[in-house]
């Protein structure tokens, strides 16, 4: 009963906690996220937000039977467990895209005291284009441009586009057992990527998507009105041909497409850095401790990605500091 009870503990325990606390003691908002990795992320969302008069505290759902995910979540969001000193920090994953076709997406989108990355997946602002060459700076210690993220990703995403919309329909219509989410990833994935020659890739997807949307207006042959009403629909949502990378599947992205990209290109980079020390006019025992240290000082692709912040400049993650901000001046001054 007892772990039942804490499980569901809701806001009004947190405002009663506040009460008690007195006039000086600060706010204290307890935010839910959907698992460890959530918790760093949300941080960074979140500390911007406190000052002396309130905190928040970043965590899991349950600490009693370490229950994690998006669902586990909301379930503290349900009925009377909501108010302002709790509120749950999740991944829009479809949600966003499918603007209330399913009863998660409108308590998703509903909530007031509900927060989402609008993005899938917080593995997408990872990947965000504009900062993938600092995370190779980061890995290799080399800030040597040898590929154009940006490009490539706004190539990438003008060929994954037209599939997106068709992915979108599908579970907005419930039709996704036609066409799924791991269709769709089979499609998109780049596969055989050369940095010297990264257009080849691209070539690969376009090919690859345009049979499949083939495919899908022979299978459903009255959609064309319903699809360009959709796509019109996701541009307003932010959604455009150059930016797709960032609402498809995060853990795709992250692990087939993003990582698998930067662990080439820091290769290179890191083949740069070694020859440099090798070719240098430095003594060889100089050369062997410039080069056990440059080696010592490398850092993990997946870690760094995981780490760095690069993604804060974005748009879309300035539209979820835009929602907790009004979310923080309603509550304080209802308060």
Same mark, same amino acid.
């Given at each position: 009963m007892g772990s039942r009870l804490s499980d569901n503990i809701n806001s009004q325990y947190f405002e009663a906690a506040n009460v008690m606390r007195g006039k000086q003691s600060r706010r204290r908002i307890v935010a839910y996220v959907e698992s460890y990795d959530d918790i760093y992320f949300w941080r960074t969302v979140l500390s911007s937000f406190e000052d002396e008069h309130r905190y928040f505290e970043v965590m899991l759902p349950s600490k009693n039977n370490l229950t994690r995910g998006k669902k586990s979540v909301m379930m503290n969001f349900m009925g009377e467990n909501v108010g302002p000193d709790m509120i749950a920090c999740v991944d829009a994953d479809y949600d966003y895209m499918l603007q209330g076709a399913t009863p998660q997406s409108k308590r998703v989108l509903g909530c007031p005291y509900v927060f989402h990355t609008y993005v899938y997946a917080i593995e997408n602002f990872q990947c965000y284009a504009p900062s993938l060459h600092?995370?190779?700076?980061? @890995?290799?210690? %080399?800030? &040597?441009? =040898? #590929?154009? #993220?940006?490009? !490539?990703? /706004?190539? !990438?995403?003008?060929?994954?586009?037209?599939?997106?919309?068709?992915? @979108?329909?599908? !579970?907005?219509?419930? +039709? &996704? %057992? $036609?066409?799924?989410?791991?269709? !769709? +990833? /089979?499609?998109?994935?780049?596969?055989?990527? /050369?940095?010297?020659?990264?257009? =080849?890739? =691209?070539?690969?997807?376009?090919? $690859?998507v345009q049979t499949k949307v083939h495919e899908l207006q022979r299978l459903f042959p009255n959609n064309k009105e319903a699809y360009l009403s959709l796509k019109d629909e996701l541009f307003k949502l932010g959604v455009t041909p150059q930016t797709t990378y960032l609402y498809i599947q995060g853990h795709h992205l992250f692990d087939t497409v993003v990582a698998p990209i930067l662990d080439k290109v820091c290769v290179l980079l890191r083949q740069e850095r070694q020859n440099e020390i090798f070719l240098s006019k430095a003594h060889p025992t100089q050369k062997q401790n410039e080069m056990s240290c440059y080696e010592n000082s490398q850092q993990d692709v997946k870690v760094m990605l995981k780490k760095h912040t690069g993604y804060m400049i974005s748009d879309q993650f300035q539209q979820i500091r835009n929602d907790l901000k009004a979310y923080l001046e309603r509550t304080e001054t209802k308060g």
């Open positions: 600092d995370v190779c700076v980061a @890995v290799t210690l %080399n800030d &040597h441009r =040898i #590929f154009d #993220f940006r490009e !490539y990703f /706004r190539q !990438y995403s003008e060929a994954c586009f037209p599939l997106f919309v068709w992915s @979108v329909w599908a !579970y907005r219509t419930g +039709n &996704h %057992n $036609k066409f799924s989410l791991s269709d !769709y +990833n /089979r499609v998109t994935d780049p596969g055989g990527f /050369r940095v010297q020659e990264p257009g =080849i890739s =691209i070539d690969n997807v376009r090919r $690859k």
